[in-house]
C-alpha cells in the first residue's frame, strides 16, 4: 500500500481507504464486517471514514467496537456531521458541532478523532460560527484536523478568506467529493481551488456504487450477494444500474483485460491518478474484495489507456 500526504497536514493516507456508508451497522452481519476491518489492517489500509449519521450512529459504534484494543497511532479515523440524527437534531452550530463530536468520541471509543468533516454546508449557520466551533475542537484535542465534504467553490473561498492570515483558527485540510470514471464534477472547480489552497481530496464512491466493478450487467437482475441486490444498500445505486451506463461500463472490460486489471483495479488505478487525489474510499461486503481494491495502489495508466476510457464512457459520463 502506497501512502499520500493529505493536504498540508502529517497525516500519511494510503490510497485506498474504508468508507462505512451502508455497510457496517447497517447493511452486512457483524462476523464479516469484522473481517473487513481486520483485512484492512492486514492490508495498510489504515485510515477510516464513517459519519454520526450512517446506520445512525451504529457505524461509529461497530468502527469503535472492533478496533478496541488496538494501538490508537497504527489507524486514522474520520467522521462527519451535519444531516439529521434519529433524534431530529442536525447542523453544524455551535451547540451541534459540541453534542455530535461528543457524541461521535463516545461511540468510535476514543479521545480524538483525526479528521473531523463538515458533511454538507449548513446555510442555517453563519460559517463563522461553524469555524470557531470547529477550531475549539482542535484546539481542545478532539480533533487533529478538519475537513468538508461536498462543498462549492464559493463556500470553499469563503472558509478561507474567513481564516486568512490569523494562525489561530484552524483551516481546512481535506475536500471529500464524488468521484470517479463516470462522475467526474469536481475536476472542473474543486480539484485546482483546493490545490492552490492545501487541501486534499479523499474521494468517495470512486467504484459508483459498485458500477465499475463489473459485476452489473446490463438487462440482467443484480447478482443476489451483491449491494445492488440488497434492500438497505442497494437503493443509492438509481442512476448507476440504468442499461446505458452497464452498457457503457462494458466496453471498459477489454481494456482491464489487457492490462491484467480488474475492472474495480482499473476504476481506481483512474482515480488515483489526479495528483491532487490522496485517497480513494471503497465499501466492501467481502474480505477479498479490499484485496482487489488494496492492489490498485501504485498502479499507472498511460495516455493510450486513459483515452480509451473516456472513449468508452464519454456517452454516460457526468462532467
Known amino acids: 500500500m502506497r501512502y499520500r500526504s493529505l493536504g498540508t497536514s502529517d497525516l500519511q493516507v494510503p490510497e485506498i481507504s474504508f468508507g462505512s456508508w451502508l455497510t457496517l451497522g447497517a ?31 451504529a457505524a461509529e459504534s461497530f468502527i469503535g467496537e472492533t478496533l478496541a484494543g488496538i494501538e490508537r497511532s497504527s489507524y486514522m479515523l ?107 464534477k469536481p475536476e472542473v472547480e474543486v480539484f485546482g481551488l483546493c490545490d492552490r489552497l492545501g487541501i486534499g481530496q479523499i474521494v468517495w464512491s470512486p467504484l459508483a456504487q459498485g458500477a465499475l466493478t463489473g459485476k452489473y450487467r446490463p438487462g440482467t437482475p443484480a447478482p443476489a450477494d451483491s449491494r445492488g441486490a440488497s434492500s438497505s444498500m442497494g437503493s443509492m445505486m438509481g442512476r448507476w444500474r440504468s442499461d446505458e451506463v452497464l452498457g457503457a461500463v462494458d466496453n471498459l472490460r477489454p481494456l482491464a483485460r489487457d492490462l491484467g486489471l480488474t475492472m474495480a483495479q482499473l476504476a481506481l488505478a483512474w482515480v488515483l491518478r489526479k495528483p491532487e487525489v490522496t485517497s480513494a474510499i471503497v465499501g466492501a461486503s467481502r474480505p477479498e474484495q479490499l484485496d482487489d481494491n488494496a492492489a490498485a495502489s501504485g498502479v499507472l495508466l498511460d495516455a493510450t489507456t486513459l483515452e480509451a476510457i473516456d472513449e468508452a464512457v464519454n456517452p454516460v459520463r457526468e462532467t
Not at 452486512?28 to 495498510?44: H, P, V
Not at 489504515?46 to 446506520?55: G, H, I, S
Not at 468510535?108 to 461553524?130: G, I, K, M
Request: hydrophobic share 35%; proline share 4%; charged share 25%.
Open 27 to 57: 447493511g452486512l452481519e457483524t462476523k464479516r464486517s469484522q473481517a473487513c476491518i481486520r483485512r484492512c489492517l492486514d492490508l495498510g489500509i489504515n485510515f477510516f471514514d464513517t459519519a454520526n449519521v450512517y446506520a445512525g450512529g
Open 78 to 184: 474520520a467522521t462527519k456531521a451535519y444531516f439529521p440524527m434519529p433524534d431530529g437534531a442536525r447542523g453544524l452550530s455551535a451547540e451541534q458541532i459540541k453534542i455530535q463530536s461528543h457524541a461521535s468520541l463516545r461511540r468510535l471509543n476514543t479521545d480524538y478523532v483525526d479528521l473531523y468533516q463538515c458533511h454538507r454546508y449548513d446555510n442555517d449557520t453563519p460559517l463563522e460560527e461553524t469555524m470557531t466551533a470547529l477550531t475549539r475542537m482542535v484546539e481542545h484535542g478532539h480533533a487533529r484536523y478538519i475537513g468538508f465534504s461536498e462543498w462549492a467553490p464559493d463556500q470553499i473561498q469563503a472558509a478561507r478568506d474567513l481564516v486568512g492570515d490569523d494562525s489561530s483558527v484552524a483551516s481546512f485540510i481535506s475536500s471529500q467529493p464524488e468521484y470517479s470514471i463516470l462522475w467526474r
